[in-house]
């Protein structure tokens, strides 16, 4: 079972497999791995002490940041991912990022973003699409409202952290700028990566 692993000049912290979307473009469907890390598929989901212990076994200071995500969703987790974040920081000053697609809130029925506060330093949250509708077909949430949660999430957690919201490069141009500026209606920045970038 892998808990964390290392992509690029980042450790990775995998807390869940559980998902809120079924997205058409997913590696899990059709890949084992994700860039030669094995395991990602959770037997059982770690304990907030496991998860803790096998992040500080490692030599945090060649890290330029921690990562929380999973092979899943990992705001699932979002309580305990914000303990661990503060816990970590204690003992060492790495920057924290959280990869989300911004579904917190529906999951736990309540708003979760002041967790974030001194825990997360960056939210990535996955926009993926420029409306509801592309949304809804590319990511297929279990949420009926998940796309017009998410950007609620994202204006509430800017109250307490820097968020980004993300798309890939292979959207139109006018469906990019279209983004951008939902991005900025929220307070965000909008970051647009390669399919393939892990970072």
């Not at 290392?6 to 058409?24: D, F, H, I, P, W």
């Not at 899943?72 to 060492?92: M, T």
């Not at 998410?150 to 980004?164: I, M, P, Q």
Request: hydrophobic fraction near 35%.
């Amino acid at each position: 079972m892998t808990i964390t692993y290392e992509l690029g000049k980042s450790l990775y912290v995998n807390m869940t497999n559980r998902c809120s979307n079924a997205c058409t473009f997913c590696i899990r469907r059709d890949e084992p791995t994700v860039n030669g890390v094995d395991d990602l598929w959770l037997e059982k989901e770690p304990t907030k002490e496991e998860v803790l212990e096998d992040i500080l076994k490692r030599d945090l200071s060649q890290y330029k940041e921690l990562v929380f995500c999973g092979y899943g969703e990992p705001s699932y987790r979002l309580d305990e991912i914000c303990e661990i974040a503060k816990d970590v920081k204690k003992r060492y000053p790495i920057p924290t990022r959280l990869n989300t697609n911004g579904h917190g809130n529906l999951i736990f029925k309540k708003d979760m973003t002041p967790y974030l506060k001194d825990a997360i330093d960056v939210v990535s949250i996955s926009l993926n699409a420029k409306d509801k509708q592309e949304y809804d077909t590319l990511c297929r949430p279990v949420f009926e409202d998940a796309y017009e949660a998410l950007l609620d999430f994202a204006r509430l957690a800017g109250r307490y952290t820097k968020v980004v919201l993300t798309i890939v490069d292979i959207l139109p141009e006018e469906d990019q700028e279209a983004c951008r500026r939902i991005s900025n209606s929220v307070g965000a920045d909008l970051r647009i990566r390669s399919y393939i970038d892990v970072e």
